[in-house]
């Protein structure tokens, strides 16, 4: 009733003030309010969540497919090289025992042979360890492309993009997730797993190697102390998965804001706005910087009892081990030979009881990192189902007696009873029922807000039919088949790209010299398909009054930041001549003239109708009546229209 309220002081004046301008013959409208009349729902997007061990399996599917993969081959060589890694580390040890025995013993010759060992060692080590990180890197860029590669195949099909941001019940920075969040998860991903072989490695092998040593009572001390110490530490680690979770969405919320600042540069600008989109930025990343300095403050809490635990206390298990080792070892003390070996047993049991403690901490910072990667592999994963939700058409309950039929020809665009309801639900056409067939275009008015865009939001299928029965063309665009319908949005659209790749988008250039090349008459085989399509559209740009810009810009190969080179009027245009390079049988024009002036409009109008483009157009302007045959009045908002006959 507000929108009607609202409304009133115009309903004498609507529509071109249509008693004045041009005469009209009622052949529909809408039901009366008396009609019994329920409102379906429109679905909300939405998706089941998994629970993360199914989300962590779902992601190793994508990342490793199967061993023989390349990324399965550079685990392998990661395996090999951690083994490696381990093995050389328990010969570096046993050196640092041999090297006192022999200077205790004062054997020169086999210190000097020690002394070369040592070296190949070295050499060794310094090949492992280098190569080691350059796997890790490796297998961070190589699951970072895999993950990218398929979350875009879902996210670039079937406008589930456009479904994931403006139909999902959640803010969905999918920007953010895709870019920032991705390389994040791969990174520390592949640092995980890296690092998860080797203090399991290490582990294994200096436990057996303490065995030999202390025998059980040895091994059973380390292991109660690191049981232990893990128990503790999970107890006290806060939960930096939704911890990080949120700083990354807090982030993304953050660089949203200076890309809405870039984008509506000038007009911010004009309204000399800088002020109040200072204060908007400054409290988005008063929120990033104190929840930042909550996670840093955790962390260093945690770090200082983790430390504590997994580095400084060890060092009293291992004095124990080396006097329990001490006292049970057999022999005269008094003996150098003795003491080279209880001095070389002593050291290499100091040195296994070391790496066993560094690869027991190395365990425990598994852990806290793991926390840390469930918060990024809930949000890449929840874009994920998402994805999946928009593509199988997965959606919430909707009305129990809502049917829907979406049914393809080529010859008729056709609503039977089909209700205009926008995600928010509110009505906006109520059983809307009108047909429009080559050569009888249709001219859609109606008050601002009344519902006119959502209509062709219904038609191209960015908004779902929730009830009656829609017949229209296949909307692929295709360098064979072309197109039947075509739509030119209310706000203009320009590519990255060179000014032909703003005339044929959204096909490619080789897509367009194909459909072009197939149009010319026999006898111009010697001419280029580069020459053919630039001729082609050098016509188009001549009908749209653009031919200037072939010299003003230097060419149909220069590549510019079209939005902020051309004026509104001729981004308009621009898109006209897409229209008619494209050629549908149907044309969907979103008041997208409204920018230039009425004689050019009048112009584009009927260029499309000597094209044989049969038009649906929402517009304002008196002018474009006599271009249409039948018009919808959409009247106040909420659900009522009318159809009308247009008499000229």
């Known amino acids: 009733m507000t929108v009607q309220r609202a409304f009133a002081n115009t309903k004498k004046d609507r529509a071109f003030s249509a ?11 809408s039901l009366t309010e008396e009609e019994d009349y329920v409102s379906p729902v429109f679905p909300q997007l939405q998706s089941v969540p998994r629970i993360l061990p199914l989300r962590v399996a779902s992601m190793f599917k994508i990342l490793v497919p199967t061993v023989l993969d390349k990324q399965g081959a550079q685990l392998l060589a990661v395996a090999i090289l951690v083994l490696s890694r381990t093995w050389i580390s328990d010969r570096i040890a046993s050196l640092n025992g041999t090297t006192v025995k022999y200077v205790l013993e004062q054997d020169k010759a086999a210190f000097v042979k020690l002394i070369g060992i040592s070296v190949l060692q070295s050499a060794a080590s310094s090949f492992v360890a ?3 990180r350059h796997l890790t890197a490796l297998l961070a860029l190589g699951w970072r492309i895999r993950l990218t590669k398929h979350l875009l195949r879902n996210y670039l099909r079937k406008n589930a993009y456009y479904k994931v941001i403006h139909m999902s019940r959640e803010n969905v920075d999918a920007d953010q997730r895709l870019t920032q969040d991705l390389e994040k998860l791969t990174t520390d991903l592949s640092g995980l797993v890296t690092g998860m072989v080797k203090p399991t490695v290490d582990i294994l092998w200096f436990t057996w190697r303490m065995k030999l040593l202390t025998g059980r009572r040895g091994v059973a001390i380390l292991y109660a102390y690191m049981l232990l110490g893990l128990g503790f530490l999970r107890g006290v680690t806060p939960d930096f998965g939704d911890l990080t979770s949120r700083e990354q969405q807090l982030e993304g919320t953050f660089r949203y804001m200076h890309e809405r600042l870039r ?21 988005r990343f008063g929120a990033l910087f104190d929840h930042s300095m ?48 209880l001095a070389h047993a002593l050291r290499f049991l100091a040195s296994v009881v070391s790496q066993s403690f560094l690869a027991f901490g190395d365990i425990l910072e598994l852990h806290r990192k793991f926390l840390e990667l469930s918060g990024g592999i ?63 275009s249709l001219l859609v008015t109606g008050p601002n807000g009344s519902g006119k865009s959502s209509i062709f939001r219904v038609l191209r299928g960015l908004w779902p039919v929730v009830d009656g029965r829609l017949i229209k063309p296949h909307q692929q665009i295709t360098s064979e088949s072309g197109c039947h319908l075509f739509y030119v949005p209310q706000r203009p659209y320009t590519c990255l790209g060179t000014l032909r ?49 072939l010299e003003r810009e230097g060419g149909w190969d220069t590549s ?45 109008y009927r260029l499309a109708s000597d094209s044989g483009i049969t038009v649906i157009t929402s517009s304002q302007r008196p002018a474009l009546i006599p271009f249409h045959s039948v018009e919808l009045r959409l009247i106040d908002g909420e659900g009522k229209w009318e159809l009308r006959k247009i008499e000229q």
Request: net charge negative.
């Open 378 to 440: 809930n949000r890449i994963f929840e874009l994920e189902e998402l994805l999946d939700a928009a593509q199988h058409g997965d959606s919430g309950s909707g009305s129990s007696r809502s049917k829907s039929t979406v049914l393809d020809s080529d010859d008729i665009i056709s609503f039977y009873k089909v209700d205009i309801i926008t995600p928010t639900q509110k009505v906006l056409a109520r059983q809307l029922t009108c047909e429009i067939v080559p050569g009888q």
């Open 130 to 132: 280098p190569s080691l």
């Open 560 to 604: 510019q930041n079209w939005e902020d080179i051309l004026s509104l009027g001729e981004q308009q245009r621009l898109g006209m001549a897409r229209l008619f390079f494209h050629k549908p049988r149907f044309g969907v024009l979103d008041e997208c003239t409204n920018a230039t002036s009425v004689d050019v409009e009048e112009h584009l």
């Open 19 to 29: 008693s004045r301008s041009h005469s009209s013959e009622l052949i529909s409208a």
């Open 263 to 283: 984008t509506h540069a000038e007009s911010v600008a004009f309204f000399g706005g800088g002020a109040r989109e200072r204060e908007m930025i400054e409290s």
């Open 294 to 341: 909550l996670l840093l403050k955790k962390k260093w809490l945690f770090g200082i009892v983790d430390d504590f635990v997994t580095k400084q206390l060890p060092h009293n298990v291992t004095w124990g081990l080396s006097l329990l080792y001490a006292m049970e070892h057999r022999g005269d003390r008094a003996m150098t030979s003795t003491q080279g070996e």
């Open 501 to 549: 790749d703003q005339i044929i988008y959204p096909l490619s250039c080789d897509e367009a010299e194909k459909r072009v090349s197939r149009l010319v008459e026999e006898g111009h085989e010697s001419v280029g398909p580069t020459d053919i399509l630039d001729a082609h559209l050098k016509t188009i740009l001549e009908n749209v009054k653009l031919l200037y810009l």
